[in-house]
């Protein structure tokens, strides 16, 4: 029996590797139609802060080194056990686990939010990671899908609002959407920002 040469198997593992990679590259989440501020992908954030401006692009910033508590050094827990969120005290805030635990996700002002455009960790996004919620004082609609082209929500849906209502889990009761099948927000008004 004839083995490969090791050129051989060298060029098929190279042609494999550069195939893998431009897969990889044309699933990625696209930043062209985002501002410079919100092309950054931010790689892997516990707490993200999301500016929506209506029908403008939205910005984001990672809240990770601002702390209302102890100062923070070089090196990073996995989870922070503090809530930057907590100084927008108005605003939805996202959860990645069950009673408003784990890495957060907020959003103030009004608007679109496509899930898919924000990681969660690289290279996962927050589309179909969420667990549980806090309203603030906003007003709209959670949706199960998402449309890539215009980056809105269709399908299920579950609305929220009131005054500083008090959310609760994705748990698939009462009208709640199911655990980890968030994709899109729609914010129609706010009492903050």
Known sequence: ?????FRLLWSVM???LLACLALLATTLPSYASSPTSAKKAIVTCHQILVQLHGSAPATSQCLDQRSSG???TSVKPAITTDNACSAYTGALKIYSDANYQGSMICFIGTGWADLTQYWLFWPVSWNDQ???F???CNNGTFYQNVDKNTHTGWGNSQSFG???NW???FDGLNGHLPNDSLSAILITSSCNY
Do not use: I, Q
């Open 1 to 5: 029996m004839r083995y490969p040469s």
């Open 14 to 16: 190279l042609a494999c």
């Open 70 to 72: 102890n100062t923070k």
């Open 130 to 132: 969420a667990s549980s």
């Open 134 to 136: 806090y309203g603030g």
């Open 162 to 164: 009131g005054a500083y």
């Open 167 to 169: 959310g609760g889990n």
